[in-house]
């Protein structure tokens, strides 16, 4: 199985900063686009930041500026850095992978990470 293991949320004041990590593990052949998720209380889930194996990022307008998106392809890892956080960023943060497992024949899925609790107090 492959699994992501998300860390790094918290409490943090309003234009504080948090990093989020997460790392996949398990029956890895491939990973290719590796990004974030969020979702607050009575809200879809969106995504946040994506990034490519080649380390092209994309972001969503609402962090576009503050968060940072990066990877480290030799730990199967990739990070948000969040500044200048608003009480709007509070949310559960998923990590998010497309990953070919171990078998046959190879196939590529999505996974996710459990989840990590991001607030900002206001």
């Known amino acids: 199985q492959v699994q992501l293991v998300e860390s790094g949320g918290g409490l943090v004041q309003f234009g504080g900063s948090l990093r989020l990590s997460c790392a996949a593990s398990?029956?890895?052949?491939?990973?290719?686009?590796m990004g974030w998720y969020r979702q607050a209380p009575g809200k879809q889930r969106e995504l946040v930041a994506g990034?490519?194996?080649?380390?092209?990022?994309n972001y969503a307008d609402s962090v576009k500026g503050r968060f940072t998106i990066s990877r480290d392809n030799t730990k199967n890892t990739v990070y948000l850095q969040m500044n200048s956080l608003k009480p709007e960023d509070t949310a559960v943060y998923y990590c998010?992978?497309?990953?070919?497992?171990?078998?046959?024949?190879?196939?590529?899925?999505?996974?996710w990470g459990q989840g990590t609790l991001v607030t900002v107090s206001s």
């Open positions: 998010n992978a497309d990953a070919v497992p171990t078998g046959w024949p190879p196939k590529w899925n999505q996974y």
């Open positions: 398990g029956s890895i052949v491939r990973i290719d686009d």
């Open positions: 990034i490519t194996t080649g380390g092209t990022a």
